[in-house]
């Protein structure tokens, strides 16, 4: 697979993150927290990154969304920007 699609919501702390897993569980679209919490300008277009290849992402971000299925969200990703939660779309 040389590239994906995913999304993503950028918060400063885990609890944060938790809060939106919580959030997610309960049945809050991704793309609504993302635009409502996320700190990355993407939030605006709900957390959408586009595609991108293996080498274009800190490695932490990129190993954990390449692991995912189809329409899964991880766990929080931590990286020097923050907490991330990942959606891969296609």
């Known amino acids: 697979m040389s590239s994906i699609s995913a999304k993503h919501i950028l918060i400063k ?3 944060e993150a ?3 897993i919580k959030k997610l569980d309960e049945g809050s679209s ?3 927290m993302a635009e ?6 993407s939030g605006k277009e709900g957390g959408d990154l586009g595609d991108f290849g293996r080498g274009r992402m ?3 971000f990129e190993e954990a969304a390449f ?4 329409d899964e969200v991880s766990k929080p990703v931590r ?5 991330h939660l990942i959606k891969r779309y296609k």
């Open 58 to 60: 800190v490695p932490a």
């Open 30 to 32: 991704f793309e609504d």
């Open 13 to 15: 702390e885990d609890h």
């Open 18 to 20: 938790q809060d939106i």
């Open 67 to 70: 692991a995912l299925e189809l």
């Open 36 to 41: 409502k919490f996320s700190l990355c300008p």
């Open 79 to 83: 990286t020097q920007f923050g907490y």
